[in-house]
């Protein structure tokens, strides 16, 4: 199961790093038309940052099989799994906030990146639970 989340979680990077680069490339922050956005950069910067490190986190668990490690990424993977229902929720929402590059976003990659981020949120939870067992 440990390294099915890892899988799991390099598909969910992948897939946002696709969401990303589409929207660095609508501009990114300077395509925003109002000061209100869906996307404050720090935002931008903590979902990503946060989810490397955690990934960072689970691959030191699956050298050493240090159950600490496994707990600590499945704690950044909490971070991680809020600011991204933070961002979907705000992408989703329309509105005020839907006025910048992120209103290209094709919904078939929004949903890959959500459902697949789901099942790595779910499975480093079970395989973290039984670290204690091994």
């Known amino acids: 199961m440990e390294h099915a989340a890892l899988a799991v979680w390099i ?15 609508g501009g990114g922050p300077r395509r925003q038309e109002t000061k209100v956005t869906a996307f404050p950069a720090v935002l931008i910067i903590a ?10 986190l689970w691959v030191a668990f699956l050298r050493t099989r240090d159950s600490s490690y496994a707990w600590a990424a499945f704690a950044v993977l909490t971070a991680v799994a809020l600011l991204g229902f933070t961002l979907f929720t705000r992408w989703i929402g329309g ?13 078939v990659a ?14 480093v939870l079970l395989a973290a639970s039984t670290t204690d067992r091994l």
């Open 11 to 25: 598909v969910t990077s992948l897939a946002g790093l696709r969401l990303l680069v589409l929207w660095l490339a």
């Open 47 to 56: 979902h990503p940052a946060l989810a490397v490190a955690g990934l960072g």
């Open 95 to 107: 509105g005020r906030h839907a006025r910048g590059s992120e209103r290209r976003f094709p919904v």
């Open 110 to 123: 929004v949903a890959l990146h959500g459902i697949v981020g789901v099942a790595t949120f779910v499975l």
